[in-house]
C-alpha cells in the first residue's frame, strides 16, 4: 500500500520501456538508460520495467563487437548491459516481464540484479507509483 514506509514504491516513479534499441552511430552517447539514471536522480527513485524487445537489455552478454563499415572501424557502441549495471548500482529497481524474456530463448542468463516480473503484476501495481512514463 502506497504510504506504508515499508513500500518500496513509496514515492517511485515507473519507467517502462517496450524498445529495444535497433542501433545507429549517432547515439552514442545518450539513450534511454541514461535517461532513466538521470531521471532517479531527480526525482528521488524509480523502477524501470524492461518489456517488449528492450527486454534483451537485461541479458548478460557480451559487450557488442566493434562494427567495421569499409576500411572504418566504430568501437564507440552503446552498451545496454553497462547502462543497466549503472543503474542497478545507483539504486533502481530494475524489473524484466517473464513472457517476454522467456520468447527470446536465450540461454543467457540476466543481468546480476535484475529481477524478474510476472506478467501483468507491475501494471498491476502502477497505481502505487507517483508517475508511471514510457521512455
Do not use: C
Not at 517502462?16 to 531527480?42: M, N, S, W
Request: charged content about 25%; cysteine-free; glycine content about 10%.
Amino acid at each position: 500500500m502506497a504510504g506504508d514506509p515499508t513500500d518500496p514504491t513509496d514515492g517511485r516513479v515507473l519507467a517502462i520501456v517496450e524498445r529495444g534499441y535497433r542501433g545507429a552511430l549517432d547515439k552514442q552517447f545518450f539513450d534511454e538508460l541514461y535517461l532513466a539514471t538521470e531521471l532517479h536522480r531527480q526525482l528521488g527513485g524509480l523502477d524501470v520495467l524492461l518489456r517488449g524487445s528492450a527486454v534483451g537489455y537485461a541479458l548478460d552478454a557480451a559487450p557488442p563487437p566493434p562494427l567495421r563499415i569499409g576500411n572504418r572501424t566504430v568501437d564507440t557502441l552503446t552498451d545496454p548491459r553497462q547502462g543497466l549495471r549503472t543503474l542497478l548500482g545507483a539504486g533502481v529497481r530494475v524489473l524484466v516481464e517473464e513472457p517476454d524474456i522467456a520468447a527470446l530463448r536465450s540461454p543467457l542468463p540476466l543481468v546480476d540484479g535484475v529481477e524478474l516480473a510476472p506478467a501483468g503484476a507491475t501494471a498491476a501495481r502502477w497505481a502505487e507509483y507517483r508517475m508511471v512514463v514510457f521512455l
